[in-house]
DNA sequence: ATGGGCACCTGGCTGC
DNA sequence: TGCAGCCAGGTGCCCA
């Protein structure tokens, strides 16, 4: 479901909710997630207190007194704060209740979502160890980005989702931020000139922060904290727009299959 | 090291 | 109306 903007949506959602709180309990309902939640889990977290919550790249850090709950919301995954016990819906598989009444709820239909727990620094858990700098901190830009493609003969859309190299970038953010670059999502990831690389990152990073602007982009099913749909979503320029007039230029926009995942492009503008 | 393909899972939509 | 087939926001892992 989600990319970086509605993860980072759901963190500032949830966090004034947690911060400070003591967990009274977590109730499983379904432990089958990407990786089986772990039956101690419960034990484990009763009583710690949350300290704050963390994002790393499309991981959430729900950081308590003695360790850390590493969240992934996979493809379809949720979470909301509810006020107070509200009948559970098919694929809400945890409730993570506060000392104030409240509680954390996971919902994810096609359980590719994760919880993971460790005590140790999650930063080198083996999930996250690994993977690239934020795309929105200062580390991440037109020389970064020039310097990881060298070499590398996969195709740039391709080569965008690689979380190794490039993280936060989803699927859709991956099409709208080549178009804004103006670079056709065929080329070879090495054939980027410098000033390209320069005009992908600041795309990437400009449509990220937009979509965070706006409180996340409506994709079907997604919901914020609150349980409500992403408001202002982004205007996607091409996107789920195939065959439709660019925003730009009115070519038809064009659909392609790279690497089993939908790739969107403007023939004419990206080049 | 790199790249390609598959796997995990459910639901919604399309077309017969 | 029913059903098969295809597609979907992610990413770890296996293999060549």
Redo the contacts with the bound molecule.
């Keep these: ?3 970086l903007p ?1 993860v980072e949506t759901t963190r500032r959602g949830i966090e004034p909710h947690l911060k400070g709180r003591t967990v009274h309990a977590l109730h499983v309902h379904d432990a ?1 997630l ?1 990786w089986p939640v772990d039956p101690k889990l419960p034990r484990l977290l009763r009583g710690q207190r949350i300290d704050r919550v963390e994002r790393r ?3 959430l850090l729900i950081r308590l007194t003695r360790g850390t709950l590493i969240m ?1 919301l ?3 995954g949720s979470l909301r704060v509810l006020a107070q016990d509200i009948a559970r819906k ?2 809400d598989h945890l409730d993570l209740w506060l000392d104030s009444g409240q509680a954390l709820r996971f919902n994810d ?4 979502g994760s919880c993971l727990y460790t005590t140790d620094d999650p930063h080198a858990h ?2 996250l160890a690994g993977l690239a700098p934020e795309p929105l901190q200062d580390e991440f830009d037109g020389e970064y980005l020039h310097r990881v493609t060298r ?5 740039i859309k ?2 965008l ?1 690689n ?1 190794r190299l490039i993280t936060g970038v ?3 953010y991956a099409s709208e931020a080549l178009f804004h670059a103006r670079i056709a999502p065929r080329r070879a ?1 090495r054939s980027l000139k410098p000033d390209e690389s320069k005009r992908l990152a600041a795309a990437i990073r400009r449509v990220l922060a937009a979509s965070i602007r706006a409180g996340g ?1 409506t ?4 919901v914020n904290a609150a349980g409500l749909p992403g408001e202002f979503g982004v205007k996607l320029y091409v996107y789920e727009r195939d065959g439709k007039p660019c925003r730009r230029c009115r070519t038809p926009i064009r659909h392609i299959t790279q ?4 790739t969107y492009f403007c023939p004419e503008c990206q080049r």
């Design positions: 479901m989600p990319e509605e089958r990407r790249a499309k991981y992934h996979g493809m379809s098919t694929h239909p096609r359980r590719f083996k999930l070499r590398r003969r996969v195709a391709t080569l989702l979380g989803g699927n859709i990831a982009t994709l079907r099913d997604y690497g089993q995942r939908s």
